[in-house]
């Protein structure tokens, strides 16, 4: 179990480059598999989820080749195993994305139940009324997903609610149909359109309707071939550099980001008194005044993403007043907070009063339990204590590092393997801004 020892109480500032999106490269990867043609991705970070979803890819038939530090090529001449392996694909929510490349080219896909951040259920069943509809069957074991098909059909498929990474599988998997498929209620994210990007430039013909950005359509085609590609740089990151510089009342110029796919976090930390300066493809984020209070709710792009409130929290612990988060995206999101609470944080979980919890929320509904909470009232300014902690999460482990980083005084994280998933060298990036953390690798 690997560590960080962060000494805390120090303004961060400096200038930080963002690396390749972790939700868009091991997806591109997965696409490359569409073709028997060599992909070449560069901005691909160095992070364990990409390790695992190579590593998945080799298992499957690819050969891939290194050609620097943040470069890959994947050629997949023949896919030879059409199971994911039980080992690697239960460590990612991954697995069940290669059922797109393996039906499109063996009619067969069988892969472990999905794994990843300790989230609440994962809704498949936007996924698998779909793949009805594109004449695959779905047969769930107690461990695994089996796909089948006689050949992928189009349709015409409206989402019930939308879905980032559903949205994804059903767009590859309708590359190689044969006809049209018109997907309504398509999730809005930019990782999507960067998927799009990369297979247009294969021969896919994906389209947004211009008249409804919701509206993806999709023209079958016979083959695809291989593309350079360049993933789009990772919005969470960048967002977690932000709430570092305002946590601790520093200043931090994120390069190589489009503020505008992060422009929901950008308005509302102006709110709040934070001094914003965007470039074409920067922004520096600083701590000028006390920060006021704010109420947010995430939501699908192009909302407050979900994957940003556990950062934010810490932002929110030092703000003055009352502030509120609703999380209307995933059932059961705060098991970040009560590392907050040990640290000193006065907060209160809450549930909103809602007439139609149904259309109001993200997730299922179904996937709710009593126990659950919905909101959080966050009290402050605290001044947060040092304290020592184990993490099984991504941003609750990154959310967790940035309150060590606020507090005065030594604070212990152990389990920063969850962090390594998602974020490329983060300790050593941290220290260049002025950070004072020892990375205890095991």
């Not at 609440?120 to 509809?133: S, T, V």
Request: hydrophobic share 40%; aromatic share 8%; glycine share 6%.
């Amino acid at each position: 179990m690997s560590r960080y020892v962060i000494t805390g109480g120090k303004p961060l500032k400096g200038e930080v480059s963002i690396r390749g999106a972790k939700n868009a490269s091991y997806k591109q990867i997965i696409a490359s598999l569409l073709s028997d043609k060599t992909t070449q991705l560069t901005n691909v970070p160095q992070i364990s989820d990409v390790k695992i979803t190579t590593s998945i890819a080799k298992s499957l038939g690819a050969e891939i080749i290194y050609c620097g530090e943040h470069c890959i090529e994947i050629c997949t001449p023949k896919i030879t195993n059409s199971t994911v392996p039980r080992g690697t694909g239960e460590k990612s929510r991954t697995s069940f994305m290669f059922a797109a490349p393996l039906l499109a080219r063996t009619g067969t896909a069988i892969v472990p139940i999905p794994g990843g951040d300790k989230l609440g259920a994962r809704p498949l069943d936007r996924l698998f009324d779909c793949f009805a509809q594109m004449n695959i069957t779905t047969e769930e074991t107690e461990n695994s997903l089996i796909f089948k098909t006689t050949g992928i059909k189009p349709t015409n498929y409206c989402f019930p609610k939308p879905s980032h990474t559903v949205t994804e599988v059903v767009i590859m998997t309708a590359a190689l149909a044969n006809g049209e498929t018109i997907l309504d209620n398509a999730a809005l994210e930019p990782e999507i359109d960067d998927l799009i990007e990369m297979l247009n430039d294969m021969g896919a013909k994906i389209q947004r309707d211009l008249n409804d950005p919701k509206r993806i359509i999709i023209q079958g085609v016979p083959w695809l071939n291989g593309t350079k590609h360049q993933v789009i740089c990772d919005r969470n990151e960048a967002v977690t550099f932000a709430c570092a510089a305002l946590a601790t009342k520093g200043s931090i110029s994120i390069l190589r980001i489009d503020p505008k796919i992060i422009k929901s976090f950008l308005d509302t930390i102006e709110k709040m008194g934070a001094k914003v300066e965007t470039g074409r493809d920067e922004v520096t984020v600083s701590w000028v005044k006390p920060l006021k209070a704010i109420d947010i709710e995430t939501e699908p792009e192009p909302g407050f993403m979900t994957d940003w409130q556990a950062l934010f929290t810490i932002v929110l612990s030092q703000a003055i007043g009352c502030s509120s988060i609703i999380e209307r995206v995933y059932p059961s999101r705060f098991q970040h907070i009560n590392n907050l609470k040990i640290m000193g944080a006065k907060v209160n979980f809450f549930n909103p009063e809602v007439s139609d919890p149904a259309s109001y929320y993200q997730f299922n509904i179904e996937s709710d339990k009593p126990e659950y909470f919905h909101g959080v009232k966050i009290y402050g300014p605290a001044k947060l204590q040092p304290a020592k902690f184990i993490i099984n999460d991504l941003r609750a482990g990154a959310s967790t590092t940035l309150a060590a980083l606020t507090a005065d005084g030594e604070s212990i994280i152990d389990g920063v393997e969850f962090i390594e998933r998602g974020y490329e060298r983060l300790a050593d990036r941290l220290c260049s801004l002025g950070a004072n953390i020892e990375y205890i690798k095991t």
